[in-house]
């Protein structure tokens, strides 16, 4: 198994039925999460980079997905925070206003494949059909993370 589909099978960070009133709110509560983990060597710097990041271009990939990501000085290794957030989801622009997925990717800043390569296997678990709806019905931690796992192999 590649580095992503690990990282999928086991993110570093998982939050399930977040209550947020906010994109800011949602960043920061994940953030809060993925600060702790041992790949995280500068958890402001981190913060910073990931707003950044997202005032360049939008990180919605679906209409209730969203990916903030960024390369960053701040990690020593690709981190994965995942959030799935109680309904009915949060704005995060004005054309994905009910966001209830949420992946937060860090990767190190001259690791630039193994960037495009989480960004990709995440972006690869969402495409079957009912994968996200499998994901938002989840009932425990348990199922969902079978559901990431099940999603990560090729």
């Known amino acids: 198994m590649d580095l ?6 086991n993110p570093d960070a998982l939050i399930l039925d977040l209550v947020a009133n906010s994109r800011e709110a949602v960043l920061c509560r994940l953030h809060e999460q993925l600060a702790g983990c041992p790949g995280v060597k500068d958890a402001p710097a981190f913060l910073h980079s990931l707003r950044e990041r997202a005032m360049l271009a939008p990180v919605c990939i679906a209409p209730d997905v969203a990916l903030p990501h960024a390369r960053t000085a701040a990690v020593n290794r690709v981190v994965l925070g995942v959030a799935r957030l109680a309904a009915p989801g949060v704005g995060f622009d004005a054309e994905h206003p009910q966001v209830r997925l949420v992946f937060m990717v860090g990767t190190p800043q001259a690791s630039v494949e193994d960037h495009l390569l989480a960004v990709a296997a995440i972006t690869r678990l969402l495409q ?3 994968r996200r709806a499998g994901l938002l019905a989840a009932r425990t931690e348990a199922e969902f993370r079978a559901l990431l796992a099940r999603g990560s192999q090729r």
């Open 128 to 130: 079957p059909e009912g």
């Open 4 to 9: 992503p589909s690990q990282l999928l099978a």
